[in-house]
């Protein structure tokens, strides 16, 4: 399965499957994480044919770029999709800033810690209560003309942020929270995008390890945002999705990723992984071909 997906109206063509980068180097939001396993998994994810890399400067105040930064230097960067972010100002206690001066530095930092000389995509990372959203992408413009950035995204924005920030038609695409125990977005989201042209790129696709078909009922108070029944109703949702992994061949989160890239709302799904064995895992998903009544299967008993 490796046919390519655009990004929004843009040049910028990624397979269906990318590495979210946030425990690669991620020191700052995961305990125990080491750099040596960052660096052997982003070489893992390119080795083994994923070409979408999804960081963030708040991955690690900068680490997680510069990691990718240093591996990339080994490989065709041509053949690259590199996605990162920023909003939080390490000059204002992280505080989220959005305005263009902001921004057109943070693009500029990126770049020398990425080791390159253009961002494919560059997402405002979370929006700030003050910048104008259109004048925000309009900085963001400014640098794809000048060949800094090739796609402009927003993540974390409400629908009338998104609306604000694209209303010259300049946004090509959005990152949000989105998995099948979390499917706010098809109602609030997906419609405006999809008329729109707007890619999608959810974060958290395996819910923090949920969806992996690990935990069982006693692990309920591990996910507070649950209450005990809408967890065990989760868990009976994975058992159905257990006995078609098994049709398949697959584990649980296999068939969950194949779920995600079969969903024609979906651009690029991003799991993350902290050890390179997991990569390995989660690019076996692209072979699971999930037929369309297993697909209906599925959405059913999440929903």
Do not use: C
Request: aromatic fraction near 10%.
């Amino acid at each position: 399965m490796d046919n390519l997906i655009k990004i929004g109206n843009t040049d910028v063509t990624s397979k269906k499957i990318g590495l979210g980068t946030n425990k690669v180097g991620g020191h700052n939001l995961f305990d125990n994480l080491k750099d040596e396993d960052g660096y052997a998994v982003v070489k893992e994810a390119i080795d083994s044919g994923i070409t979408t890399l999804d960081t963030a400067f708040m991955y690690g105040l900068g680490r997680s770029e510069e990691i990718i930064g240093d591996v990339i230097q080994n490989y065709d960067r041509s053949k690259l999709v590199i996605a990162t972010k920023a909003a939080q100002d390490p000059d204002n206690d992280l505080k989220y800033n959005n305005s263009p001066e902001f921004l057109k530095k943070s693009v500029d930092l990126a770049l020398k810690r990425l080791k390159t000389d253009y961002i494919d995509i560059f997402y405002i990372h979370f929006p700030d209560e003050k910048t104008p959203k259109n004048e925000a992408v309009a900085a963001l413009n400014e640098l794809k003309q000048a060949g800094k950035i090739k796609a402009i995204g927003v993540s974390n924005f409400s629908l009338d942020q998104i609306k604000e920030a694209n209303q010259d038609g300049l946004v090509d695409i959005v990152e949000d929270n989105y998995s099948l125990v979390h499917r706010d977005a098809e109602q609030t989201l997906f419609p405006y995008l999809r008329k729109n042209n707007i890619s999608f790129v959810p974060y958290f696709p395996l819910a923090s390890g949920l969806l992996t078909g690990k935990y069982n009922a006693s692990d309920y108070k591990k996910f507070k945002q649950f209450t005990k029944d809408e967890f065990n109703n989760i868990l009976k949702s994975i058992a159905v999705v257990q006995k078609i992994a098994n049709k398949y061949d697959a584990t649980v989160a296999q068939v969950v990723l194949a779920w995600y890239m079969k969903n024609p709302d979906i651009s690029i799904v991003i799991p993350g992984a902290r050890k390179p064995a997991q990569v390995d895992q989660n690019v076996k998903s692209l072979s699971v071909q999930l037929g369309n009544s297993d697909y209906h299967v599925i959405d059913e008993a999440f929903e």
